[in-house]
Antibody, heavy 122, light 115 residues
Framework: QVQLQESGPGLVKPSQTLSLTCKVSGDSISRGDDYWTWIRQPPGKGLEWIGYIYHNGSPYYNPSLQSRLVMSVDTSKNQFSLRLTSVTAADTAVYYC??????????????WGQGIPVTVSS | QAVVTQPSSLSASPGASASLTCTLRSDLSVGSFRIFWYQQKPRSPPQFLLRHKSDSDEQRGSGVPSRFSGSKDASANAGILLISGLQSEDEADYHCVIWHTNTWVFGGGTKLTVL
């Protein structure tokens, strides 16, 4: 069974860069087929898809975040990462990494990390 | 107008049924989309419940009871999550999501209270 675990700082200052990593176990990112995804949830609000990255490093970002976002994958460590620049208080959220797996004609988020809360504050 | 809209809250009694709606923007036809539903309990990540495109194209997640089912209301341009025989453990947030123009778009989520 695949497991995902987010890591990174819980507090980031405004205008700085948020960096998070998701370690994957029980599945190989290199296996292909899956999209490795970041999703966030501001306090008391709904979910927002941030972007995904494929095993070959090809990313696809939410257009609303694209100008500040870089995602990468390290297949040797079986993990993928997110960097979000120029953060503001609006970026305060619980950040989840998830696997989008393909099944019966569609991708869906079948496995999630526990989430890591990130606060943007000076 | 948001791409996907969900009512912020819904209350229902134990044993009753609850219909949670996921309304698409008017320029999008609900018949063309698979609607994915996730359940989220406090301090936990969302869990996949089911996906529904049509009566013949529906799949529940592993271990999800048959009390949970999907449907569509074309007149309302909405996907529906129907929960029958409500139990206290069904009290949670429910999120719908669609795949649209190469992005996943979530609704704002519905908080279901069972009381």
């Amino acid at each position: 069974q695949v497991q995902l675990q987010e890591s990174g700082p819980g507090l980031v200052k405004p205008s700085q860069t948020l960096s998070l990593t998701c370690k994957v176990s029980g599945d190989s990112i290199s296996r292909g087929d899956d999209y490795w995804t970041w999703i966030r949830q501001p306090p008391g609000k709904g979910l927002e898809w941030i972007g995904y990255i494929y095993h070959n490093g090809s990313p696809y970002y939410n257009p609303s975040l694209q100008s500040r976002l870089v995602m990468s994958v390290d297949t040797s460590k079986n993990q993928f990462s997110l960097r979000l620049t120029s953060v503001t208080a609006a970026d305060t959220a619980v950040y989840y990494c998830a696997r989008a797996a393909f099944d019966a004609g569609a991708y869906f988020f079948d496995s999630w990390g526990q989430g890591i809360p990130v606060t943007v504050s000076s | 107008q948001a791409v996907v809209t969900q009512p912020s809250s819904l209350s229902a009694s134990p044993g009753a049924s609850a219909s949670l709606t996921c309304t698409l923007r008017s320029d999008l036809s609900v018949g063309s989309f698979r609607i994915f539903w996730y359940q989220q309990k406090p301090r936990s990540p969302p869990q996949f419940l089911l996906r529904h495109k049509s009566d013949s194209d529906e799949q529940r997640g592993s271990g999800v009871p048959s009390r949970f089912s999907g449907s569509k209301d074309a007149s309302a341009n909405a996907g529906i999550l129907l929960i029958s025989g409500l139990q206290s453990e069904d009290e949670a947030d429910y999120h719908c999501v669609i795949w649209h123009t190469n992005t996943w778009v979530f609704g704002g989520g519905t908080k279901l209270t069972v009381l």
